[in-house]
């Protein structure tokens, strides 16, 4: 198995660092290869505009979806997103591994995204959801918050962890063709005792160990919808 690991926090000593540490040892000491955008250890690019790419089909106005479609049928990306779309096509399991900021994700990873996730070269033509061009992968967060449990479950102050994740998960994931695992979290890891955040890395062994057995967040499928409104219907059987 081939796994591919975007990392997102600032400091090589951080939780989100032993995290992906332990995932690579784990991983290969299993047999699965593993490769690592470190996104800040890179000095990763987050800004998305004409800097992805190194030559445009219009140089008076950027509409970047245009953009990004001439840029795969014509092999002008940049090379830095280049290198990331290879990496993308390489894996089989791709886990995003980032500590929760402002409810959604650090803005260097959603500027990967932004940039990397590029219509043509992963998405566009029909190719969206169980259609998706990453059909058949596999991808997973690994995320850390400052709260505890509690605080992100449905009846908590922040909301159910699910739901706000629903954004990355779905939205992000899934949209592309992933098939989408449920999520790891280490919750309040800046408060927990050394005790705490070991069965936080043993639990996260177990989980890597099973990324390819873990069923994954049961998704309705697109023939669920009415494909002129996108709106969900519910299905009957059919006595014809």
């Known amino acids: 198995m081939k796994v591919f690991i975007v990392h997102a926090h600032h400091e090589p000593r951080s939780f989100n660092s032993?995290?992906?540490?332990i995932a690579q040892d784990v991983l290969t000491e299993a047999g699965h290869t593993v490769q690592v955008s470190d996104l800040y250890a890179m000095k990763f690019d987050p800004v998305s505009d004409r800097r992805n790419f190194t030559s445009v089909k219009n140089p008076d106005y950027l509409k970047q979806q245009v953009?990004?479609?001439?840029?795969h049928e014509t092999g002008t990306f940049a090379a830095d997103i280049t290198a990331e779309l290879e990496?993308?096509?390489?894996?089989?399991?791709?886990?995003?591994?980032?500590?929760?900021?402002?409810?959604?994700m650090p803005?260097?990873?959603?500027g990967w995204v932004d940039r990397v996730f590029a219509m043509g070269a992963v998405y566009g033509g029909g190719r969206w959801y169980d259609n998706?061009?990453?059909?058949?992968?596999?991808a997973m967060?690994?995320?850390?918050?400052?709260?505890?449990?509690?605080?992100?479950?449905?009846?908590?102050?922040?909301?159910?962890i699910h739901q706000v994740l629903y954004p990355i998960n779905h939205g992000i994931l899934h949209f592309v063709g992933f098939d989408v695992l449920p999520p790891f979290i280490a919750y309040g890891v800046s408060r927990a005792d050394d005790t705490d955040r070991s069965n936080y890395l043993?639990?996260?062994?177990?989980?890597l160990l099973n990324l390819d057995t873990t069923p994954p967040i049961a998704y309705a499928s697109l023939t669920d919808y009415d494909p002129e409104t996108w709106q969900y219907r519910k299905r009957r059987d059919r006595t014809d």
């Open 202 to 207: 043993k639990e996260y062994q177990q989980r």
């Open 18 to 21: 032993a995290l992906t540490r």
């Open 87 to 104: 990496k993308l096509e390489w894996c089989d399991v791709l886990i995003f591994q980032f500590p929760l900021w402002w409810f959604s």
């Open 107 to 110: 803005a260097i990873l959603k």
């Open 67 to 71: 953009e990004e479609q001439y840029a």
């Open 141 to 160: 967060v690994s995320v850390t918050t400052g709260g505890g449990p509690s605080i992100y479950s449905p009846t908590g102050l922040h909301g159910d």
């Open 132 to 138: 998706g061009h990453f059909q058949g992968k596999r």
